[in-house]
């Protein structure tokens, strides 16, 4: 999908502040809305439709719109496509049928502190990982260019590199491609890390002795 949230290699939004505090929020709703994100969900969600719902935001609204409010549309509207609540529940702010949920830190649930769900997210890691019986179609030094095209839905080969020849450099296995996890279904596929020459990326402003490295998926790629 070709949209406001792939800025890479785009030009005319200005220098990146590189000397920006370094704190993981800037205001304590940020926080909230982060535990709030990480702490609910629907069964039908992966991380990848997730992202294809954030994608789909408005681009004047995606680029206008501060990072975490853009993480609060993106849950409200993934629970109402999912049914967890409707629209017009969260314009009242009020559940009209459910009762409330169950108030955190419950007895047995070993959650009672900040710390103690910090430690539970951290210990809760997903694994991407899939075994798979197809050999991979590449070797580490193949030449390799990157697909020029993407496609309607999600992907996350980006659109910088499409295109563009690189060398493999590295085989990381089959993990969930994250084109189908989007729309609902698992299939693997190999990965593989690709280097590219920064030249070849970014014509002759770059350094030439930078090399950027991208972590792609078999589809994405053809022999060069």
């Known amino acids: 999908m070709d ?5 890479g290699g785009k030009e ?10 370094e704190v993981p929020f800037h ?4 926080g909230r809305m982060w535990g709030i994100s990480r702490c609910s969900g629907a069964p039908d969600w992966t991380i990848d439709w997730w992202r294809h719902v954030r994608e789909l935001i408005d681009p004047v609204d995606y680029l206008s719109r501060p990072y975490y409010d853009s993480w609060a549309q993106t849950d409200i509207a993934a629970h109402i496509n999912s049914g967890t609540f409707t629209l017009e529940e969260v314009i009242a702010a009020k559940s009209a049928t459910r009762p409330p949920a169950p ?3 419950q007895p047995g649930s070993g959650i009672t502190t900040r710390q103690d769900a910090v430690a539970a997210e951290a210990g809760d890691a997903t694994r991407y990982d899939r075994p798979t ?7 580490v030094g193949d030449p390799v260019r990157a697909s020029l095209f993407g496609h309607d839905h999600h992907t996350r080969l980006p659109a910088y590199a499409r295109g563009k020849c690189g060398r493999i450099h590295a085989h990381h296995g089959a993990h969930l491609l994250a084109d189908e996890s989007a729309r609902g279904r ?3 596929q190999h990965i593989y890390s690709v280097v590219f020459a920064a030249g070849d990326l970014w014509g002759d402003v770059a350094n ?5 490295y991208l972590d792609l998926w078999e589809s994405y790629l053809e022999p060069a």
């Open 186 to 188: 698992e299939v693997a």
């Open 133 to 139: 019986d197809h050999a991979p179609a590449f070797q």
């Open 103 to 105: 108030p955190t830190g």
């Open 12 to 21: 005319g939004f200005g220098p990146i502040d590189v000397n920006e505090e």
């Open 3 to 7: 949209g406001a949230h792939d800025l």
């Open 27 to 30: 205001a304590e709703w940020e």
């Open 208 to 212: 030439p002795r930078d090399r950027i």
